[in-house]
């Protein structure tokens, strides 16, 4: 038998109503593998995947959360590339050779590509994942991850490409820091690696169905205080492994990152997730970070700290709109200031 040329990890948690959908998804990529890992649902999911028995490889694990469903799929593939797929979101004929394409230049680390918007019953709702596809980052963005990691819009798990061997160095995904939003840990660790790729051609749905981790109609104060949480764990592994490869040490500072600091104080203090942590402080934070965005004309930096400046001194009532207005994205990137519009 021909070895696969790629391989697709399809994660899964209580989600019956989904899941066949992605299977069918990816066996309809030619030369793919594709690994089910179902990570301890408690509705009929496995009833439901057990058709696919003798095409896919299904393994079944206790909850362990999403870092530890990536990893268990991977220990299981084999092909060059890989791609994660969450089981409520599907692929789209083709893009499997599309992105393959790409991994041919040495270079290439990661390939992402624009998701279409649907909803929960796959009905599309106008409008892609990010909202303009051309903005979405390329290149050796290696110095801006070190510097600024999550004010680089990266694209959610269903819409990236990463080649095996640059996977194999920046995994295990650490399992209790990553329960949800492993894809984040992915795409930065990645990106240090080699160059960053679009593939233009909308590769599947992005599917809201109102439990998603990450897309949210309006303000949530705990989903900020978990990126909150998130961030710094992203940025200790981002400064270890920059540091195994040779890197110069930098001080990451994120505008967003900042941003959320300011308004999970000022809504929610008493949860607040990092201990001794201020308004002052994390507005002075943000204007560093925003003096420091490299990547942007001066116009856009004094943009940024405008905007941390609002959330930091504004009528406390008026925040979870500016948040909704500006905070958007896989990545919360404020909009006025990011190269990108995020996922």
Known sequence: MTPPSLSIIITNHNYARYVVSAVSSALAQDGAEV??????????SLERLAPFDDRVTIVRQDNGGQG???NAGLARCTAPVTMFLDADDVLAPGIGAAVRRHFEDPSVARVHFPLRRVDADGAPTGGTVPPDPAALPHGDLGERVRRHPHDVAWQPTSGNAYRRSVLDAVLPVPEAEYRTCADHHLNALTALHGRV?????V???YRVHGQNVDARESFDLARVQG?????RHTETAVADHARTLGFRAVRPR???VCANRILSLRLGAETHPIDGDSVPSALLDGLRASTARFDLRPRR???AAGFVLALAAGPRRALPRLAERFLTGTTDLPSTVSTSSGG
């Not at 690994?35 to 009929?44: A, P, R």
């Not at 790729?197 to 051609?201: A, L, R, W, Y």
């Open 203 to 205: 590769g599947g749905d």
């Open 227 to 231: 990126i909150v949480t998130r961030s």
């Open 301 to 303: 930096r004094l943009a």
């Open 35 to 44: 690994v089910v890992v179902d990570d301890g649902s408690g509705d009929d």
């Open 68 to 70: 530890a469903a990536m």
């Open 254 to 256: 994120s505008v967003s």
């Open 197 to 201: 790729v679009t593939e233009p051609t």
